[in-house]
């Protein structure tokens, strides 16, 4: 038999929502931990869940290992080898790296859900959350992050 502890019963939950701007600058993967760590610690969360959303189909958001800037790279070049920079796609009116980016956003995903635990995200000890940009030139990515709990 096992057993489950409330931790937080009778706490009162809240609902915070926030928006972070990101300037990439091309094709890359962008570690954005540091921002969100930021943001739940100035507003005093204690426990609950986080929620991070790429409002972009051509962006996407990604929680991968922040030690080994060779991991980035080698998860770069396998979204070029699953969707290759090709004139062949239908969708072409915004670029030969458009239509990649949906395909790489679609295999990547656009949102995360990250408890939060004592005030902090539960991230491994090797885990960061990356904001992944599949196109080449410059954009400002909208971040919305959404904690629910107390």
Known sequence: MHTVTDINEGLVNRQVSAVVEIC????????ITAEIKKWIHGKHFIDGLLTVFCGHTSASLTIQENADPDVQQDLLEALNRLAPRRDSYRHHYEGPDDMPAHIRTVLTG??????????????????????????????????????IGC
């Open 24 to 31: 990439t600058n091309g094709q890359g993967f962008f570690e």
């Open 110 to 147: 656009s949102s995360l859900s990250v408890p939060v635990s004592c005030g902090k995200l539960t991230l491994g000890t090797w885990q960061g959350v990356y904001l992944i940009e599949h196109r080449d030139a410059t954009h400002r990515r909208n971040i919305i992050l959404q904690f």
